[in-house]
């Protein structure tokens, strides 16, 4: 049971490239989410998917855009990196329900853009 | 939308001496409360959680956090750390009353527990 896997761990891209954060989860869980993560900002929700097929925006979604894959899968593209998108990126999953459950995140992935 | 002050950026602490790492929120409705804490290079895990029930919340590693509803406020103490301890932690809070299928926390801006020996 691996959890919350991310791909890649470390990348580096220039202003302009494009790129796909990868998130797979092995819990059967039905919410999965992408935050990003800055110096003394803590963690802000870039997008969320409440369940299979459903996408929403959260405090942070410009220049990103997300695809649920599947139950399991949630990626984060970037398609044109600018250097303010230099940070650390989480996913996390959750059971969905009537009372929220806990968020199991990702080890995540660390990117910077020259 | 709720939002959550973490009242400490930076808290040093020598080993083996009590600590506490204050969190506020900003409102009084139903709340559900966590923290989870993050070791270098890794990501959140979590300590303990607050939903319904007594208001004092134990969790794991020898951490607790008390629920005060009048005071709006998560803090997380233990009363001996370890070196082990170093790690960043973060308070979150989340809508007890939002409707659909997902509750998402929000989460405060961290603070860094620097325990020194």
């Known amino acids: 049971n691996a959890g919350v896997t991310q791909t890649p761990k470390f990348q580096v891209l220039k202003t302009g490239q494009s790129m796909t954060l990868q998130c797979a989860q092995d819990m059967n869980h039905n919410s999965m989410y992408w935050y990003r993560q800055d110096p003394g900002m803590g963690l802000r929700l870039i997008y969320y998917?409440?369940?299979?097929?459903?996408?929403d925006k959260g405090e942070v979604p410009n220049g990103y855009n997300v695809s649920r894959l599947n139950k399991r899968e949630f990626s984060l593209r970037l398609e044109s990196a600018a250097p303010s998108q230099t940070s650390v990126y989480f996913c996390?999953?959750?059971?969905?329900?009537?009372?929220?459950?806990?968020?199991?995140f990702g080890p995540g992935t660390r990117l910077l853009v020259l | 939308a709720q939002s959550v002050t973490q009242l400490d950026s930076q808290v040093p602490v020598f080993e083996e001496a009590p600590v506490e790492l204050r969190c506020n929120y900003s409102?009084?409705?139903?709340?559900?409360l966590f923290w989870y804490v993050q070791y270098p290079n890794q990501g959140l895990q979590l300590l303990l959680k607050y939903l319904s029930g007594s208001t004092l919340v134990k969790g794991i590693n020898g951490f607790e956090a008390e629920f005060n509803k009048s005071q709006t406020s998560f803090h997380l103490r233990k009363p001996s750390v370890h070196i082990s301890d170093t790690a960043e932690y973060f308070c979150?809070?989340?809508?007890?009353?939002?409707?659909?299928?997902?509750?998402?926390?929000?989460f405060g801006r961290g603070t860094s527990l620097i325990v020194h020996p």
């Open positions: 998917s409440a369940s299979e097929g459903t996408t």
């Open positions: 409102s009084s409705v139903s709340v559900y």
């Open positions: 996390a999953s959750s059971e969905e329900g009537r009372e929220v459950e806990t968020q199991y």
């Open positions: 979150a809070v989340s809508d007890a009353t939002a409707s659909g299928g997902s509750y998402i926390p929000t």
